[in-house]
């Protein structure tokens, strides 16, 4: 499980309508305790999963929370891959940018070997909107998966969270 504080939340520059959200969720800021741990499965429930991802850049154990960031990245990007592979059959590039970070948590290949894989993948949904490359197809699909895309996402963070 991570957590995070209220303190480490507002240094961080936590929003403020998040902020108050979970404050209010927990009774206020002086109960509950500024220092208090707060599960990040707890601030996936009340303040949703966009909240929850934020809320990894301020935990109390950053190392674990910027590699579970990692491997939560690989599992959304693998999760929505068959609409990109349904328009854009030919190209791997995103394929093998998940599978680097893969590697990379397995400790198999480098940072930079990850990273360039990455990068190779930013280029191909760069390519992919610009006009002409079948940018309206895929806007369109992944707007149909929009809204229960973002559920399923919170399901698996909250599933990943409680292992």
Known sequence: MLYTTFKLAKEAGAGPSSYRRYARHVGGVKKYGVLSPIPLTDVTRVCGILDALWGLQCTTE????????????????????????KYYPADPRPRQAIEA????????????????????????????????AGAAAWVAALAAAGAGELEWQKQHFIEVLER
């Open 101 to 132: 970070t893969r590697l990379y948590l397995d400790g198999e290949i480098t940072e930079a070997t990850r990273a360039g894989a990455g990068a190779a993948a930013g280029a191909a949904a760069g390519e992919a909107t610009r006009p002409g």
């Open 62 to 85: 950053p190392v674990e929370a910027e590699r579970l960031g990692q491997s939560l990245a690989a599992d959304f990007a693998e999760h929505v891959l068959p609409i990109w592979e």
